[in-house]
């Protein structure tokens, strides 16, 4: 499974730390990668963020380019999103993800999907 956490509120131009822990069988015999997603009240869930299995390589949904960065710690099977600047905008629940490949593109052929993490950011 999938668990995220590290959600909360936060003010305009402040900053959280998301974390999202893979435990299980699923995880242990292959090679993957993981990524955000985030969904806004009304909206669709939108792609935030993928890194590779390696971790040499990421990438960024526009929208949070130069302001987030992901990362993981493959020893710990754990992902994680650091937001800094954040803006009103960045609010939604925040899901993590896997996929077993890594795609320099706002997408990924995701596997499985952890709970959501609700972060709020107020103006």
């Known amino acids: 499974q999938l668990q995220a956490s590290g959600g909360g509120l936060v003010q305009a131009g402040g900053s959280l730390r998301l974390s999202c822990a893979a435990s299980?069988?699923?995880?242990?015999?292959?090679?993957?990668?993981m990524g955000w997603f985030r969904q806004a009240p009304g909206k669709e869930r939108e792609f935030v963020a993928v890194?590779?299995?390696?971790?040499?390589?990421?990438y960024y949904a526009d929208s949070v380019k130069g302001r987030f960065t992901i990362s993981r710690d493959n020893a710990k099977n754990t992902a994680y999103l650091q937001m800094n600047s954040l803006k009103p905008e960045d609010t939604a629940v925040y899901y993590c993800?896997?996929?077993?490949?890594?795609?320099?593109?706002?997408?990924?052929?995701?596997?499985?999907w952890g709970q959501g993490t609700q972060v709020t950011v107020s103006s």
């Open positions: 299980g069988r699923a995880f242990s015999s292959y090679a993957y990668a």
């Open positions: 993800a896997t996929a077993r490949s890594f795609v320099a593109a706002p997408v990924m052929d995701v596997n499985f």
């Open positions: 890194i590779s299995w390696s971790g040499s390589s990421m």
